[in-house]
Structure formats: C-alpha cells, structure tokens
C-alpha cells in the first residue's frame, strides 16, 4: 500500500496530526506527542505557545515544530494572516525557552500545589468544581450554590465576596451552554489564593 504524500503547502492547513500545548500543563510529567511515532513524523505539526501571563496579559507568543517542509508552509501561510504580533516578547520566550529543565518543573510544582488549594477551597464552598490539567483556571459550576447565571454572578462577586471571576460563557458560540459555568485563576500567591477561598466560603454560609 503507498501512502499519497500532499504538498507542504496542504499538509500545513490539513496535518493528520495537530497539537497544540501550553507550557503550563500542570499534570504533564511526560512530553509524549504523535511526533514520537516516526510513521506520522513528516506529516505532523506540533502548536506550541507561552500562555498569557499574569504580568502581560493576552500577548501569547506561539510557535510550531515539525519537519522543514511543513514548517516552511506555515510560514508562508502566516505572511499572509499577519504581519507581526506580540514583538518584544518573542525575545523573551526565546530566552525562556533556554533556560534549564529545574525552573520549567519548579514552575509546574508550584502551579500544581496552587491548584490543589484552589480546588478543594472551590469543593469546600459549595462549588461544582472541574480539577484542570493544563491551565491555571479552575472552572465551576455555581449551580450548587443556587446560581445558575454566570455573568449576573461575576458582577455580583466583588461586592459580596470581593473576589473576582470569569464567567465562561463569553467563550461559547451558544451563551446559554456555559451560563452555569465560571472560572477562578490560580497564578497568584499562596495567600492571595487562601484569602480568597475563605471568603468564597462564606457564599454557602
């Protein structure tokens, strides 16, 4: 059997195999990808980026690997999508791609520990709760609590407990699907994190 073989220019819009990942997988201790299976390896894209930050907002910096002609397709598809985005940070993730293993794992260890708070504070006070692998957003569901508005929720929160949430229906094409839904982010200090469980506490109370 002969497998076809598309133009690199088709196999960059149409890869059998595309992944994208985030540097932040918190439950990740393995980096298996399909690129691993050689049979797959010329037809394959792996999407990679640096998430937004804490400290500069959504200014992701992404990048793909894969084999020269694929990557040179994607290139050449992206002149035409844009021209330049998120400049000065694409130095500093070039940076950060260089530094050793100890800080990428230090980082995932205390991302872990900080969603582990997160969560069982979340559990403790009534919330449906969603324990996230590869993110640092919890997402619950408020019906537990009575609630079943997530936007009506978020803008109460600061006044009734003075912590701030996300609802998660600004994400879905269908709002009514993740109305119920809403998302707390963990990439804060300890106690920032454990002040804010203890007054979210106090919404079942």
Known sequence: MTRRRPKAAALAATAFGFRERSVNETDSDSE?????????????????????GKQVGERGVGWVTGTPALVTAVRSAKQ???????????????????????????????????????????????????????????????????ESDGFAFCRALPERAGVVAIPNAVFYDHREAGAPFVRFAFCKRTEILEEAVTRLKRLSS
Do not use: H, N, W
């Not at 399909?34 to 998430?51: A, E, G, H, K, V």
């Not at 070039?94 to 900080?114: I, M, N, Q, S, V």
């Open 32 to 52: 298996y990808t399909i690129l691993t299976l050689r049979l797959y390896s010329d037809c394959t894209l792996i999407s990679m980026r640096q998430s937004a």
């Open 80 to 146: 035409y999508l844009t021209f330049v985005a998120s400049g000065p940070f694409q130095y500093a993730v070039a940076e950060a791609l260089a530094l050793p293993d100890a800080y990428f794992t230090d980082l995932r260890e205390d991302l872990r520990t900080k969603r582990d708070l997160l969560v069982t504070g979340l559990t403790e006070a009534g919330f449906g709760v969603f324990r996230p692998m590869g993110t640092y957003f919890v997402t619950t569901d408020i019906r537990p609590l009575g």
